[in-house]
């Protein structure tokens, strides 16, 4: 049983392939909802700042995911 | 009554018969089952693939228990996410006792690291790997443009401190006795244009990959040398320091100097492996696998091929 487990016909190999493709779909759109309800539900109020003094950059911009 | 065709059509065959067959060709040569990690260009390691690496193997038989004895892992690909990197390596390992990582043309920064876990790595002709320091990009990875490379800034401090010598050698010929800001001057500048929060972040990146990298070294490539930690050390330090740019290709003859573990294939295997590539892009070309995930954005491809020797073959077991 465990030898035919390792045969891989091609359709398996597209099967799998399109599995993991309506897999990351969904993951991709409830990533997109999860940002879609939090913009929804309007910008967090801002923290006691009497004196505004933090620059546009601290405020405006998103960390963004590392790449190497 | 339609005319019947003139000449008769081929009869249809598999999308990825090309493909199974040369994948064929290479376990056949190696003599050890292979699994495909294939990233076209637009498309990014992410940590979502540990999910459906791990869900091939599981399908393929072999499991964390019952590991496979050998592993040969084709790698091609322009990197992505370090942590995912690590993460694949790490699944991979599970999975197999002995690895071999199988690069035809290039596994850079994300897919270097990922290289790091083999017992090896095999190079073809002319492929190589890259750094392994970062670069900040849009959340989207859309922007190039918007691409900041930790190299950059690297090569700017030098730049900074080459100005204050050279500013503070004419103050002195001239007999000055004022001394110069321009060190202060252009830091402020660079941390304006790159933000100081991802100043931090990129040095903060930079010493998680080098503990990925230390990390996978130690546990995999190097415990049978007796220089293990000399090694590693000069690893770690030539692939996130030693690089006069991020954009930089490892080839063979600079991986064997900076110490890795690293063979070159024989034309044979490199061949072999290449074709594997080949078939890949044209599939990729065609949008037979890949689909797009996201106007920027396509799905890796990965394909577990297991080894039947010729005996095993000729018996009818499958």
Redesign the interface.
Known sequence: M???????T?????T??R???E???H??AQRNDSTESKDARGPEPERADPDNRRSD??RS???????? | MLPGPLVASPPPT????AL?ASCRDLTSYRKR?LLVLYYPDSA?MTE?DV??VY??LR???PTIEEKLPALDVLVESN????AA?YRLAQLIRDFALEVSFLVPDHAY??AT?LCFSGNEVRLGHCAGLSP????????D?RAPQEEVELANIDNFLEFVKDCRRGMEQVLQQLGCSSSTRVDSDLLVEMVRQV????VG?FFR?RLL?GHYAEELLDKYMFPPYKDAVDRRNKVVHQFLFAAPAHEFHVDYHLCLKWGLAVQEMPTVESDLAKEVVAKLFALASDC??C?R??RYQR?P??????Y?SDDTAAAG??
């Open positions: 465990e030898q035919v487990k390792n045969k891989f091609e359709t398996d190999a597209l799998l392939h599995r993991a493709y897999r990351r779909l993951k991709l950059n601290t911009k998103r960390i963004t995911p590392p790449r190497c | 598999a999308p990825l018969s199974d089952p990014s979502d999910e459906d869900a091939r399908t393929a038989g990197g992505g996410n370090p990197g920064s994300a690291l392994i320091d970062i670069t900040l990009v849009s959340a990875g933000s100081a929060l991802h972040k990146e990959t037979t696998i689909p995930l996201s799905l491809f990965y394909n577990y091929y297991g039947l077991v499958i």
